[in-house]
């Protein structure tokens, strides 16, 4: 099992910017695809971005296409999460997840197996 711990949550005014970090500890990180999601209150979580365990192609939800990139970097056990452009409506908890099985596309919403304990990101109008 693999833990994830979230970072570089907080509060932005809209059309402004944030990066996400999530950092892997436990099981292997590389060979395993990672994604991003989001919880805002009242919804049900989405998938966000996935990015495959080469680090190309990546995947984005049409909402945030163009506004968010995912990033990886084995070597540091890290993803990351570029918020560009952000948007009230991108107010959510966000978590980092990796992908149960190995050597999967990324391309969500399922088969991510071990979740985050999320970061929250506001933002004002």
């Known amino acids: 099992q693999v833990q994830l711990v979230e970072s570089g949550g907080g509060l932005v005014q809209a059309g402004g910017s944030l990066r996400l970090s999530c950092v892997a500890s436990?099981?292997?990180?590389?060979?395993?695809?990672m994604g991003w999601f989001r919880q805002a209150p009242g919804k049900e979580r989405e998938f966000v971005a996935g990015i495959s365990w080469t680090g190309a192609p990546s995947y984005y939800a049409d909402s945030v296409k163009g506004r968010f990139t995912i990033s990886r970097e084995d070597a540091k056990i890290t993803v990351w999460l570029q918020m560009n452009s952000l948007k009230p409506e991108d107010t959510a908890v966000y978590y980092c997840a990796a992908e149960t099985h190995r050597y999967g596309s990324g391309h969500g919403p399922n088969g991510f197996g071990s979740w985050g304990q999320g970061t929250q990101v506001t933002v004002s109008s």
């Open positions: 436990g099981r292997s990180f590389s060979g395993y695809a």
